[in-house]
């Protein structure tokens, strides 16, 4: 059975801390404990607003922590730069819009291909593992193949709120990536109620997981809740497995 790795995103500890001021709670001491729970990864969203997450918190999780730092960033030449200084394991372009509360939906890679092909072999001749979030449409995880990526992340927020289809959708888009050479993962919405399913995909290696596991960790402790949610996933990919033995 392929170990499927649980990223954990920090952002809304940076939120909580940003809605009083200060340094309180700290989003590397919160890295830090979701490592020593369990965690396999630890995922920043360093947005052009800098409404959670700043750029003082990168350096200080890039230098603090030895587990792999996920940053998902918009595609521009500013972030691009960013992260050529810092130097995170994995770079993960995504749409943003000002306006919105979180991402709405996948990356138009499809049709943003001759302005993210030259990011892409930029951040990769770093050293950096290049990923697209995606919806599992097939058009877009080909252009994402097309223009370089190493990794797609599957968006999962139209399953996590019930649409009929896309756990459908879900299996086959992961399948189709891994056929064309990509490393898949998924991530947005998922919660101890609806992950088991997305955790029993076979091809997919990594799930990234954070406005749940922050919020919950104010009932049950973060330690807990990374621990519970990967004893979750390990279960759904150990069933899975059998199921097909």
Same mark, same amino acid.
């Given at each position: 059975?392929?170990?499927?790795?649980?990223?954990?995103?920090?952002?809304?500890?940076?939120?909580?801390?940003?809605?009083?001021? *200060? @340094?309180?709670?700290? !989003?590397?001491?919160? &890295?830090?404990?979701?490592? /020593?729970? $369990?965690? %396999?990864?630890?995922?920043? #969203?360093?947005?052009?607003?800098?409404?959670?997450?700043?750029?003082?918190?990168?350096?200080?999780?890039?230098?603090?922590?030895?587990?792999?730092?996920?940053?998902?960033?918009?595609?521009?030449?500013?972030?691009?730069?960013?992260?050529?200084?810092?130097?995170?394991? *994995? @770079?993960?372009?995504? !749409?943003?819009?000002? &306006?919105?509360?979180?991402? /709405?939906? $996948?990356? %138009?890679?499809?049709?943003? #291909?001759?302005?993210?092909?030259?990011?892409?072999?930029?951040?990769?001749?770093?050293?950096?593992?290049?990923?697209?979030?995606?919806?599992?449409?097939?058009?877009?995880?080909?252009?994402?193949?097309?223009?370089?990526?190493?990794?797609?992340?599957?968006?999962?927020?139209?399953?996590?709120?019930?649409?009929?289809?896309?756990?459908?959708?879900?299996? /086959?888009?992961?399948?189709?990536?891994?056929?064309?050479?990509?490393?898949?993962?998924?991530?947005?919405?998922?919660?101890?109620?609806?992950?088991?399913?997305?955790?029993?995909?076979?091809?997919?290696?990594?799930?990234?997981?954070?406005?749940?596991?922050?919020?919950?960790?104010?009932?049950?402790?973060?330690?807990?809740?990374?621990?519970?949610?990967?004893?979750?996933?390990?279960?759904?990919?150990?069933?899975?497995?059998?199921?097909?033995?």
């Amino acid at each position: 059975m392929n170990h499927l790795r649980l990223g954990i995103n920090i952002d809304h500890v940076a939120t909580l801390r940003n809605a009083r001021g *200060g @340094a309180h709670p700290d !989003p590397l001491a919160a &890295a830090l404990m979701a490592i /020593e729970a $369990g965690a %396999d990864g630890i995922t920043i #969203h360093l947005r052009e607003d800098r409404r959670h997450i700043r750029d003082a918190d990168l350096v200080l999780v890039r230098a603090g922590i030895t587990a792999p730092l996920n940053l998902e960033l918009a595609g521009t030449k500013e972030m691009m730069e960013i992260a050529l200084a810092t130097k995170p394991h *994995g @770079a993960c372009v995504v !749409p943003e819009k000002r &306006a919105e509360v979180t991402t /709405e939906g $996948g990356l %138009d890679v499809a049709g943003q #291909h001759h302005t993210l092909r030259p990011i892409v072999a930029t951040l990769a001749s770093a050293g950096i593992r290049v990923s697209m979030f995606v919806d599992p449409d097939p058009d877009q995880l080909r252009a994402s193949a097309d223009i370089g990526a190493a990794v797609v992340e599957l968006h999962t927020g139209a399953y996590a709120h019930g649409r009929p289809g896309e756990l459908e959708r879900l299996v /086959e888009g992961a399948r189709l990536a891994v056929s064309l050479g990509l490393e898949c993962h998924a991530g947005h919405g998922l919660t101890y109620d609806n992950v088991g399913p997305v955790a029993a995909i076979p091809e997919v290696m990594e799930l990234n997981i954070g406005h749940f596991i922050i919020g919950q960790a104010v009932f049950e402790g973060l330690p807990q809740v990374v621990r519970r949610m990967a004893e979750i996933m390990r279960l759904a990919r150990g069933s899975a497995t059998q199921a097909v033995v």
